[in-house]
């Protein structure tokens, strides 16, 4: 029990450095963290909560079903199952999911295209991409209501123990070997995809600054 109290501590304090960046407005928002191997889940963000409050109903152990492990009230978050379909299918140890108005920008804006490409930007360093010219590449699904449709969907972008897909107009999901790593990449992806739109505003501005005045 002891070792779940620190993944739960883990977890919880990962969710108080998001909170402080204001990425769960309204609610949204699921975290989880995989529990040691003696125990087969993880733990995982209680449904509807305002995650911006740190209490001892914040999250329920699940197993990689996404069912409550040991009695509890408490409901898993409604997207449980994307979580399950990471740590079914890697060895990922910790997986994030917020929504943001830059991360819903960008997944509207590329949404047709089904994927975003970004080269020649720093912060793709963080997923290991070191190489002059390489290009991190997040897949945009789309936003089933049906969250078994969306697992099943999102399941397809799942190809290592670190990743992060897009879903349109509804948030990100980023997950890395441990807590730590899935912060990293969380902030990365976030990072990237501020400055793009800043700079899509800046040079549009530019380009056309008449049109920009009369706004
Ligand atoms: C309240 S809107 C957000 C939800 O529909 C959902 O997308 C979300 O991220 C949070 O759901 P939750 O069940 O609290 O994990
Ligand atoms: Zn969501």
Request: hydrophobic share 40%; aromatic share 8%; proline share 3%.
């Amino acid at each position: 029990m002891i070792d779940l109290n620190e993944k739960w501590n883990e977890l919880a304090d990962i969710k108080d450095e998001l909170a402080a960046r204001d990425w769960f407005m309204g609610t949204s928002g699921n975290l989880s963290i995989r529990a040691d191997k003696n125990i087969n889940g993880f733990l995982v963000t209680a449904s509807g909560k305002d995650k911006r409050k740190r209490t001892a109903e914040d999250f329920l152990l699940v197993d990689f079903e996404g069912r409550p492990i040991g009695d509890t009230v408490l409901t898993p978050s409604a997207e449980t199952l994307l979580h399950c379909e990471i740590y079914r299918s890697t060895e990922a140890g910790c997986s994030l999911h917020v929504h943001t108005v830059a991360n819903n920008v960008v997944s509207e804006i590329y949404g047709d295209e089904g994927v975003i490409v970004f080269q020649g930007q720093e912060l793709i360093k963080a997923f290991g991409l070191w190489d002059e010219n390489a290009a991190l590449t997040i897949p945009i699904i789309p936003n089933h209501a049906h969250i078994p449709e969306l697992a099943k969907e999102f399941q397809q972008h799942i190809h290592g123990d670190k990743g992060a897909v897009l879903i349109r107009n509804h948030g990100i999901t980023v997950w890395g070997k441990d807590g730590f790593e899935a912060k990293k990449l969380l902030e990365a992806c976030e990072f990237i995809f501020q400055y793009h739109l800043s700079l899509i505003q800046i040079k549009n501005a530019i380009q056309f600054p008449k049109q920009t005045l009369s706004i």
